[in-house]
């Protein structure tokens, strides 16, 4: 279920309560790094498949637990592809193997949404249930995932995007429309081409937000951060109101909103 994929990411200025307006910075995230511990050394796995017509359906959601979730769209394709692997991992390969079966991946297909639901047992009793999801679409698909633990990495969609993730780092990139994203802790990174009435929304508990939009971006500019830094880069703020915690202003003709928010970390903001 591997894809080669670019190297992409940023690594924010550190500097506490600072607001710093110049001065890019670069850096990497790797989607690949499977942060988050699981419990047990012995690991059973599946794999899964679907595939659905893609038809009259205008969205996609994903209900995820532990685990990857990547979404791509593809231009032309009429087809929702659905792979997924399932895993257990205990203390023993025996007991693993055992309750594969206990984790299932449910499909359901509805005239106007595709819904991928992950289901594990009611009681992990010790082991650790997981499922990582690459699925692919049409760019015009409205995209919903919610998500326990684990990254998200969606990719050339050209329509809205919902991100709820708990633990792990969310990725968007050359995503062309309005974007959604929260997560408890971890990285949010958007790679966008934000439209004059489009809105990008992010909120961290604990980590970061990287945001590169085109230069000539129209947008409302709002950076909160309750401990950390805010950084602006190759975009022209007008009207900017700053103190130590906030950055506010207006890109172009303010047509859209950029609303960032974050607990404890960086933000950083740079027109590409």
Same mark, same amino acid.
């Given at each position: 279920?591997?894809?080669?994929?670019?190297?992409?990411?940023?690594?924010?200025?550190?500097?506490?309560?600072?607001?710093?307006?110049?001065?890019?910075?670069?850096?990497?995230?790797?989607?690949?790094?499977?942060?988050?511990?699981?419990?047990?050394? $012995?690991?059973?796995?599946?794999?899964?498949?679907?595939?659905?017509?893609?038809?009259?359906?205008? *969205?996609?959601?994903?209900?995820?637990?532990?685990?990857?979730?990547?979404?791509?769209?593809?231009?032309?394709?009429?087809?929702?592809?659905?792979?997924?692997?399932?895993?257990?991992?205990?203390?023993?390969?025996?007991? *693993? *193997?055992?309750?594969?079966?206990? +984790?299932?991946?449910?499909?359901?297909?509805?005239?106007?949404? %595709?819904?991928?639901?992950?289901?594990?047992?009611?009681?992990?009793?010790?082991?650790? $249930?997981?499922?990582?999801?690459?699925?692919?679409?049409?760019?015009? +698909?409205?995209?919903?995932?919610?998500?326990?633990?684990?990254?998200?990495?969606?990719? /050339?969609?050209?329509?809205?995007?919902?991100?709820?993730?708990?633990?792990?780092?969310?990725?968007? %990139?050359?995503?062309?429309?309005?974007?959604?994203?929260?997560?408890?802790?971890?990285?949010?990174?958007?790679? *966008?081409?934000?439209?004059?009435?489009?809105?990008? %929304?992010?909120?961290?508990?604990?980590?970061?937000?990287?945001?590169?939009?085109?230069?000539?971006?129209?947008?409302?500019?709002?950076?909160?951060?309750?401990?950390?830094?805010?950084?602006?880069?190759?975009?022209?703020?007008?009207?900017?109101?700053?103190?130590?915690?906030?950055?506010?202003?207006?890109?172009?003709? /303010?047509?859209?909103?950029?609303?960032?928010? +974050?607990?404890?970390?960086?933000?950083?903001?740079?027109?590409?």
């Amino acid at each position: 279920m591997k894809r080669n994929r670019k190297t992409l990411g940023i690594m924010a200025v550190v500097a506490d309560l600072t607001l710093l307006l110049s001065g890019c910075v670069t850096g990497v995230v790797d989607l690949d790094d499977d942060d988050w511990d699981h419990s047990g050394n $012995y690991e059973a796995s599946a794999d899964f498949s679907e595939t659905v017509g893609a038809a009259s359906r205008t *969205a996609l959601h994903v209900l995820g637990g532990n685990g990857k979730v990547e979404i791509w769209g593809i231009p032309g394709t009429t087809e929702i592809t659905i792979d997924a692997v399932r895993r257990v991992r205990s203390s023993s390969q025996a007991d *693993a *193997a055992r309750h594969l079966d206990d +984790l299932q991946v449910l499909v359901n297909v509805n005239y106007d949404d %595709v819904v991928v639901k992950t289901l594990p047992p009611d009681h992990s009793h010790g082991r650790t $249930y997981i499922v990582d999801y690459e699925i692919t679409v049409p760019p015009h +698909l409205v995209s919903r995932v919610a998500n326990g633990n684990g990254q998200v990495r969606i990719e /050339g969609m050209s329509t809205d995007i919902h991100v709820e993730n708990g633990n792990g780092d969310v990725a968007l %990139v050359d995503v062309l429309g309005s974007s959604w994203v929260t997560v408890g802790n971890g990285q949010i990174s958007t790679w *966008a081409f934000l439209p004059d009435d489009g809105r990008i %929304v992010n909120a961290v508990g604990n980590g970061s937000i990287f945001l590169e939009v085109q230069p000539q971006v129209s947008a409302t500019f709002d950076a909160k951060v309750g401990n950390g830094s805010i950084s602006l880069c190759d975009l022209d703020l007008q009207q900017m109101m700053s103190t130590p915690r906030q950055l506010r202003g207006v890109f172009g003709e /303010g047509d859209g909103t950029i609303d960032l928010a +974050l607990g404890n970390g960086q933000i950083h903001v740079q027109g590409g």
